[in-house]
Nanobody, 123 residues
Framework: QVQLVESGGGLVQTGGSLRLSCAAS????????IGWYRRAPGERHELVAA???????AYGDSMKGRCTISRNDAANTVDVQINNLQPEDTAIYYC?????????????????WGKGTPVTVSS
């Protein structure tokens, strides 16, 4: 059972940046993949970014060019830096982990989820 805790959300002005952090209860190197997702009110979950144990990275279409995902094995964290935030980025941001085969884009195999951290972008 992997426990995930997100942090770093909050209120930010349009054009600002945030760094979200996902802390895992197990070694990052033992996790097949970790993904960041978001869900806006009335919308479905959307991929923000994902990082595989082998270093493979995927970004959601709305995040390309303004998002960077990184890992800190010593701290067991996976962070995502999002720049140039816009009001449409307002959502709850979740961290999810897969221990086996998975597809981050299709949200297949993402077995464990954190409770999320809210991000609000003011116009």
């Amino acid at each position: 059972q992997v426990q995930l805790v997100e942090s770093g959300g909050g209120l930010v002005q349009t054009g600002g940046s945030l760094r979200l952090s996902c802390a895992a209860s197990e070694s990052i190197s033992s996790i097949s993949g970790i993904g960041w997702y978001r869900r806006a009110p009335g919308e479905r979950h959307e991929l923000v970014a994902a990082l595989g144990r082998n270093g493979a990275i995927a970004y959601g279409d709305s995040m390309k060019g303004r998002c960077t995902i990184s890992r800190n094995d010593a701290a067991n964290t996976v962070d995502v830096q999002i720049n140039n935030l816009q009001p449409e980025d307002t959502a709850i941001y979740y961290c999810a982990a897969a221990m086996g085969r998975y597809s981050a884009r299709e949200m297949i195999g993402m077995e464990y989820w954190g409770k999320g951290t809210p991000v609000t972008v003011s116009s």
